[in-house]
């Protein structure tokens, strides 16, 4: 193998995002959308048609366990992935400027964890087999 003997300096291990998760696309501060390679708690290697320069800083908006984020990040590497004739893709590495939690729960709904450890309730009674009849009102005659 060609990686043999070559020691890994990632900071973190790094995951490809399921395509239903909010964190396999992020949008930069510029509105430019991005689709996410691979993921860590340190930075992304990212791709789209936004062009991006190694050494510039970049805003990255982010859906986490967290919530919504915007975090400063810089491009620390890039290049051109891909040349269509209407298109050009760039794929970059980008290290965000502060851990930031990418596990695969995703974004957690508030009040969910407590919902599920409550108590289910009463089951609505069947409308054929009731123990109580309800008394109707008295009927009145009709007048022809």
């Excluded at 800083?57 to 590497?77: K, N, P, Q, Y």
Aim: overall charge positive; proline content about 7%.
């Amino acid at each position: 193998m060609l990686n043999e003997g070559v020691s890994d300096r990632r900071r973190s291990p790094r995951r490809t995002p399921a395509s239903d998760e909010p964190l396999s696309q992020v949008r930069l501060r510029a509105g430019r959308q991005l689709e996410v390679i691979n993921v860590s708690d340190t930075g992304m290697l990212a791709e789209g048609e936004m062009r991006l320069l190694p050494g510039t800083h970049v805003d990255v908006h982010l859906v986490t366990a967290e919530g919504r984020l915007l975090i400063r990040s810089r491009v620390i590497r890039a290049f051109v992935c891909r040349v269509c004739r209407d298109r050009i893709d760039y794929r970059g590495a980008i290290v965000f400027e502060r851990p930031v939690s990418t596990a695969a729960g995703g974004y957690l709904i508030p009040g969910a964890a407590e919902a599920s450890n409550a108590p289910s309730g009463k089951a609505y009674p069947d409308r054929a087999v009731t123990s109580h009849t309800v008394n109707a009102a008295p009927r009145l005659p009709s007048i022809s």
